[in-house]
């Protein structure tokens, strides 16, 4: 553990000196928030070698926030008390996040959800009733980390972000990593005569997404969902959206068949990445945390998402298009994601 902390902050040196002396860094950091000159809106083509540092043919074009160089300590993933229970987490103060210092006292609350302890079909066994790999791809899951390779400590993972002061799973159903992805289906908002909405305060464009209010905890939320195993991420963008935004599950095949045909064309139309790694979850613990990725699909005239035939289901109480704007509340870190979109679109945030 030591000697990952000593790694970090070597690393992080590094990144600080090149940052003050103006240059962008290269060391490839998969949760990077990647910064796209307009000009040059990279598709969206995600393979497992993605996770990689595979942006070489990209990386004259990127640009990183210097915001990056050093995350700040995650705070939902400490918040009290855990969701879904009147359970407290051991408190964890900014300065005993970092694994790298030493606190004897620390005595995280272990909890693991009696719905995943039932063990359905989305959760592991518990450590010790079967023999995952961690750090890597394993039959069909996915347990490898966005964050690069992460510590196993006593067969339990670590999460490469700190402690949460909570032990065990919560309700998250994989050890280690738990892999979701986030469509962000975007349009610009306009007027009862078709022209766009500038908002007075910024007097910049409005672009307005699909939004979802999740039924756990009643937040407005990007309709994303979990990753099945076996599945690629480009197919759970659209599964998810199908399921929460437009009740996919629920409705009669035929049906399905015309949302599917609706939506394809613009999933399969180039999306903008708009992030990838770890999510600061209010469900995360030391042992089980979220990761994502968030791709943008932007209809630039409205022609195509405006007619589509909302209606929420699965996880989704209500769905409907929001405007984008940095007032909006939104679910862990989904207000980011959007803020990046609302920049990278020169949009109003
Ligand atoms: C949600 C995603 C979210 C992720 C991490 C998933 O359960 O469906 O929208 O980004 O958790 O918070």
Not at 305 to 329: K, R, Y
Request: net charge neutral; with cysteine.
């Amino acid at each position: 553990m030591r000697q990952v902390s000593l790694r970090q902050s070597w690393i992080g040196r590094i990144r600080l000196a090149l940052t003050i002396v103006g240059l962008p860094y290269a060391v490839c950091k998969p949760e990077t928030r990647l910064q796209l000159s307009s000009s040059s809106a990279r598709s969206f083509i995600y393979s497992r070698a993605a996770t990689e540092c595979v942006d070489t043919p990209y990386i004259n074009t990127l640009r990183t926030m210097s915001s990056s160089v050093a995350p700040p300590p995650h705070l939902k993933s400490r918040c009290q008390p855990y969701p879904g229970s009147q359970i407290k987490r051991f408190p964890v103060p900014d300065d005993k996040v970092d694994w790298g210092q030493v606190w004897a006292q620390y005595s995280p609350v272990h909890h693991t959800d009696a719905v995943v302890a039932k063990r359905p079909t989305w959760a592991d066994p518990d450590i010790g009733e079967f023999s995952p790999r961690f750090n890597s791809v394993d039959g069909g899951v996915d347990r490898t980390s966005f964050q690069g390779e992460y510590e196993v400590v006593q067969a339990a993972p670590l999460n490469p972000r700190g402690r949460t002061g909570l032990a065990g799973r919560g309700l998250l159903g994989r050890w280690g990593p738990n892999h979701a992805a986030d469509p962000i289906v975007t349009r610009w908002k306009v007027d009862a005569q078709g022209q766009q909405v500038t908002h007075p305060g910024s007097e910049r464009p409005v672009l307005q997404f699909i939004s979802i209010k999740r039924k756990d905890c009643g937040e407005w939320a990007i309709p994303g969902g979990m990753v099945d195993p076996g599945e690629v991420v480009s197919l759970t963008l659209q599964r998810e959206f199908s399921e929460e935004a437009l009740n996919s599950l629920s409705v009669p095949a035929a049906k399905r068949a015309t949302i599917h045909q609706c939506i394809t064309k613009l999933f399969t139309s180039p999306g903008f990445q708009v992030y990838r790694g770890y999510v600061d979850d209010p469900r995360n613990t030391d042992n089980a945390w979220m990761e994502t990725v968030a791709v943008n699909f932007h209809d630039e005239t409205g022609n195509s998402v405006s007619g589509l035939p909302l209606q929420a289901g699965d996880d989704a109480g209500e769905v409907t298009w929001v405007d984008v704007d940095s007032s909006f509340p939104l679910y862990a870190s989904h207000s980011h994601f959007l803020e990046t979109v609302a920049k990278e679109r020169h949009a109003h945030w």
